[in-house]
T-cell receptor, first 113, second 113 residues
Framework: GDSVTQMEGPVTLSEEAFLTINCTYT??????LFWYVQYPGEGLQLLLK?????DKGSNKGFEATYRKETTSFHLEKGSVQVSDSAVYFC????????????FGTGTRLKVLA | NAGVTQTPKFQVLKTGQSMTLQCAQD?????MSWYRQDPGMGLRLIHY???????DQGEVPNGYNVSRSTTEDFPLRLLSAAPSQTSVYFC????????????FGPGTRLLVL
């Protein structure tokens, strides 16, 4: 069945460091891929998305490219800030047949000043 | 435009008690869903609905009931609470016709003693 695998956290970085959070997926066909962010005490909110192979989603300095050949959607940011401290979830959705939306387990990011 | 709202924010129950978690959205979205979030397990889908009068089971439906009498509301019922249902519950909605982005409520934290 469909699944999403994220790197284990927590990830601790100093301010202005480079961030990569790995995400790989298993799915037939061409799902849409998402990154959601959850700040402390809040619900999830969409960070970026990509709907087809080679698409690059970007928002707030974060980027992720839909790689069909490696079934990956890694999240990157060139220079993290303390305010980026949150939990990041990779997810996929499929609309063929029964609608499904599957999340990874989440990766906690802590950025130190 | 309030988006997705959930009540209550926090609830303590005793084993065997029943309760209903409320969820409402004002975006006229067809699709609504309930997730539970547990440490190390990410978000798991409990039930979902693709429109008024239509509901279906997700990954972890046991112990929960739902109904969808209107487009706006999607309550989640616990008929006989168990300690294993201690979790944070999120409701989400999306417009099936436009981009598959889910919008999440702020969550309900439930403690079952």
């Amino acid at each position: 069945g469909d699944s999403v695998t994220q790197m284990e956290g927590p990830v601790t970085l100093s301010e202005e460091a480079f961030l990569t959070i790995n995400c790989t997926y298993t799915a037939t066909g061409y799902p849409s891929l998402f990154w959601y962010v959850q700040y402390p005490g809040e619900g999830l909110q969409l960070l970026l998305k990509a709907t087809k192979a080679d698409d690059k989603g970007s928002n707030k300095g974060f980027e992720a490219t839909y790689r069909k050949e490696t079934t990956s959607f890694h999240l990157e940011k060139g220079s993290v800030q303390v305010s980026d401290s949150a939990v990041y979830f990779c997810a996929l959705s499929r609309t063929s047949g029964t609608y499904k939306y599957i999340f990874g387990t989440g990766t906690r990011l802590k950025v130190l000043a | 435009n309030a988006g997705v709202t959930q009540t209550p924010k926090f609830q303590v129950l005793k084993t065997g008690q029943s309760m209903t978690l409320q969820c409402a959205q004002d975006m006229n979205h067809e699709y609504m869903s309930w997730y539970r979030q547990d440490p190390g397990m990410g978000l798991r889908l409990i039930h979902y609905s693709v429109g008024a009068g239509i509901t279906d089971q997700g990954e972890v439906p046991n112990g929960y009931n739902v109904s969808r009498s209107t487009t706006e509301d999607f309550p989640l019922r616990l008929l006989s609470a168990a300690p294993s249902q201690t979790s944070v519950y999120f409701c989400a909605s999306l417009n099936l016709g436009s981009g598959e982005t889910q919008y999440f409520g702020p969550g309900t934290r439930l403690l079952v003693l």
